[in-house]
Nanobody, 120 residues
């Protein structure tokens, strides 16, 4: 399973960005998908997650500003980020838990990361 993320960039405070992530390769079942971020000198943290059934959860710091969604037909997830703040600056990673075959276990997979920089 491979994850390809895109959509990062440099924006000013208050602006918006939309991240996209598509899973490809051998996928029998795609379970939860999510976005994590890691700022310099900090640990990686969960930003938002969404189950295969569409149940979502968010970090408190992004509630009301970020929206996660997914397109099961495309094995894709999206993160709409509004009212961005300098503290949102980080490398954003796409994540999913998937079964490659019917007989395999479910494992976590990670995308390559996309940089989001918010200037003040």
């Amino acid at each position: 399973v491979q994850l390809q993320a895109s959509g990062g960039g440099l924006v000013q405070t208050g602006e918006s960005l939309r991240l996209s992530c598509a899973a490809s390769g051998r996928i029998f079942k795609l379970n939860g998908m999510g976005w994590y971020r890691q700022a310099p000198g900090k640990e990686r943290e969960l930003v938002a997650g969404i189950t295969s059934g569409g149940v979502v959860n968010y970090a408190d710091s992004v509630k009301g500003r970020f929206t996660i969604s997914r397109d099961n037909a495309k094995n894709a997830t999206y993160l709409e980020m509004n009212r961005l703040k300098p503290e949102d600056t980080a490398v954003y990673y796409c994540n999913c838990r998937a079964k490659a075959t019917m007989d395999s276990g479910a494992y976590d997979y990670w995308g390559q990361g996309t940089q989001v920089t918010v200037s003040s």
